[in-house]
């Protein structure tokens, strides 16, 4: 076995670059390092000037998402030595405009997770004179989509991001889906105003790539799916039903 | 040149491929997957054509029988049953298990979905292949 | 609060999932049978006069009806979405809907008409 691996890195910078390159660089290749501790290698060792985003290395802050030979990884989850002999190819996530270097411009995301609201919606205004109960079968309900950690690379994977900068994308779906389904919420037609429509749920194909890649298992495809299946129920009824004014 | 503008470097926006669905084997699938509908419209016109020649008289069904013998038509016979396979395998893998958890409200099995469904499908094929044998 | 109206997506996409069972669990066997096992002799073709009478039966109409309806519909969603996104047509989004649903309802008119009356 080799000690060493190549990165390939995607530089970009933006005060001289109209486009990316590929710039590598030659690494330890340790049994126990991840592809996170290549780059912080690389920056400590080999060139200060790399930029990336990561905080927590072990999973949950979400901040490390990167493509891994064009796969949408956690650096921090990803194994180096999974890719040995290599050279291993690491860019910055796809369908998100690129700041510099591995680092990209989350705006759109932000403002698209808060367009969903995401938050307990309730039809009064009162506070409430208690906590509200929650049995465990009505916590399991939601309980899986409530685990995002906002990485985006449901956002990386899935080829409609790339195709509709509008379409509000997976982990939205599934954190407008998680409120819905939470028994404490009472928002499900505010945001069925807001979610059934083209940039929305209607833009998915299940392509199912956001599920394969979750590092989390929240499977924003099955939320995705089965926000069609009520939004469309609700279509229906409204045919029926008429709907009252808010 | 510098990509500045007034307040900020201007950041790099990547343009999708329109070839992406060959970048990844994931993709590929994908796209096999959907392109099954050209192979559904195509057997249904098929059917229709059948129909058609059904009510025209044993002449023209002869004539339907033996354009279903060319080899052209054959081999799009052939690919539009393996199509519709890989349609069917997928759409029971996927598709249930959906409504399941819209039912049960909480995670399970897929299998406990998807199971029936192939059972289902085995069911119909059997029943449809007697009825059109002419074992009923 | 959001005012804007709901997509009236939802029509052609519950037609498409219930097309998708139909085509998933009918189309095979008809494809098997009619489209490679009769014309390949692979088994005996029952014959004109036998698959006339099943035709005729009305049960057998209704169920062909059906199937053809929600395969077309089925095909069109798909189709429609395939080459918006998978063939780069998403420019092209009204006259792809135009062309493919209205492909599917010329193609159940068809359907029912042809099935409607057999003897």
């Keep these: 076995m080799a000690d060493t691996i190549i990165l390939e890195v995607e530089r970009f910078h933006p005060e001289r670059d109209t486009e990316p390159s590929y710039e590598s660089f030659e690494v330890p290749l340790r049994a126990d390092w991840m592809v996170l501790d290549a780059l912080n290698h690389i920056k400590d060792q080999l060139d200060g000037t790399l930029a990336f985003r990561w905080s927590c290395r072990m999973g949950i802050c979400g901040s490390c998402g990167m493509m891994i030979n064009g796969v949408p990884k956690l650096t921090c989850e990803t194994l180096l030595m999974n890719f040995a002999p290599g050279p291993v190819r690491v860019g910055p996530l796809d369908h998100f405009p690129v700041i510099k270097d591995l680092v990209v411009e989350m705006d759109d995301f932000m403002a698209k997770l808060q367009k969903v609201r995401p938050w307990i919606i309730r039809k009064d205004d009162e506070t409430p004179a208690r906590e509200f109960i929650q049995t465990p079968a009505q916590l399991e309900a939601f309980h899986q989509f409530s685990l995002c950690i906002n990485c985006t690379l449901c956002y990386a994977a899935c080829p409609v991001s790339g195709l509709d900068p509008n379409f509000i994308g997976p982990a939205a779906i599934a954190l407008a889906h998680r409120y819905n389904l939470d028994s404490r919420d009472q928002g499900l037609e505010e945001r069925l105003d807001i979610v059934s429509q083209h940039e929305g749920i209607w833009d998915c194909t299940v392509v199912g790539e956001c599920s394969t890649v979750c590092p989390k298992g929240v499977d924003p495809s099955l939320a995705i799916q089965q926000y069609k299946l009520t939004a469309t129920k609700e279509w229906f009824k409204s045919f029926i039903v008429p709907r009252g004014k808010n | ?136 | ?119």
């Design chain 2, 1 to 136: 040149m510098p990509q500045y503008t007034t307040f900020q470097p201007k950041p790099y926006r990547p343009r999708m491929s329109a070839y992406w669905y060959l970048d990844q084997w994931h993709y590929l699938r994908y796209a096999l997957r959907e392109s099954s509908s050209f192979f559904v419209a195509y057997f249904a016109v098929i059917m229709l054509i059948q129909i058609a020649a059904l009510k025209a008289g044993p002449t023209h069904y002869a004539h339907f029988q033996m354009l279903m013998r060319c080899p052209v038509i054959i081999i799009l016979n052939a690919l539009a049953l393996a199509f519709i396979l890989l349609h069917a395998v997928t759409w029971f893998l996927l598709v249930p298990r959906v409504a399941l958890r819209q039912i049960l409200n909480k995670p399970s099995p897929d299998a406990i979905a998807s199971v029936p469904n192939f059972m289902v499908w085995f069911g119909a094929t059997v029943i449809v292949a007697l009825f059109i044998l002419g074992v009923f």
């Design chain 3, 1 to 119: 609060m959001s005012s804007a109206k709901r997509s009236n997506e939802p029509i052609v996409w519950f037609l498409f999932g219930v097309g998708g069972f139909f085509a998933a669990y009918f189309l095979p066997i008809h494809i098997a049978l009619y489209g490679l096992a009769f014309p390949l002799g692979l088994v005996r073709d029952p014959g004109y006069d036998q698959t006339f009478a099943l035709l005729e039966h009305p049960l057998t109409r209704i169920y062909i009806a059906v199937l053809l309806t929600f395969c077309f519909f089925h095909a069109a969603h798909r189709m429609r979405l395939t080459l918006s996104d998978i063939l780069n047509m998403r420019h092209l989004n009204t006259i792809l809907a135009f062309v493919c649903y209205g492909g599917a309802i010329v193609g159940t008119i068809c359907a029912i008409w042809m099935l409607a009356v057999v003897h």
